[in-house]
């Protein structure tokens, strides 16, 4: 019974000594192929709230990364992220909502993949992405 208890807590220190470098606050999206529709990072979003990032890619470009999450038509609907960065991570905090624009437009009710690309300050390499959401 003793080897079995050792045995399980050592087990644990080591899952959590291998765990990703997440914290409570934040979720390490699975890399993912590129896809999905293309949103523009709008800033002016109304009813805004947060949203997971359900995935991420590489871009053509060292200093940036492509999130992927469910959300409306673009017409109606839009993105914007804020981007954490840490020699081993970048963070992004993604917020969807309504459009300026599109406040008085009726809007169809329809879920699509949505593909949002964040420019970083410096290249991702090997750092991890995490959904701050």
């Given at each position: 019974m003793r080897t079995l208890v050792t045995s399980l807590c050592a087990g644990a220190v080591?899952?959590?000594?291998t765990a990703p470098a997440a914290s409570a606050d934040t979720y390490a999206p699975p890399e993912v192929?590129?896809?999905?529709?293309?949103?523009?990072?709008?800033?002016?979003?109304?009813?805004?709230?947060?949203?997971?990032?359900?995935?991420?890619?590489?871009t053509d470009r060292d200093d940036a990364v492509a999130v992927h999450f469910t959300s409306g038509t673009p017409e109606c609907y839009g993105a914007h992220a804020e981007v954490t960065?840490?020699?081993?991570s970048v963070t992004v905090a993604l917020s969807t909502g309504?459009?300026?624009?599109?406040?008085?437009?009726?809007c169809i009710m329809i879920a699509?993949?949505?593909?949002?690309?964040v420019p970083l300050q410096t290249p991702l390499g090997d750092r991890q992405v995490l959904s701050a959401s």
């Open positions: 080591l899952m959590a000594a192929p590129p896809g999905g529709v293309e949103f523009v990072d709008d800033p002016a979003l109304v009813n805004a709230h947060p949203t997971r990032v359900e995935g991420w890619s590489r960065e840490a020699p081993d309504t459009r300026a624009d599109a406040v008085n437009r009726a699509l993949s949505g593909t949002l690309e």
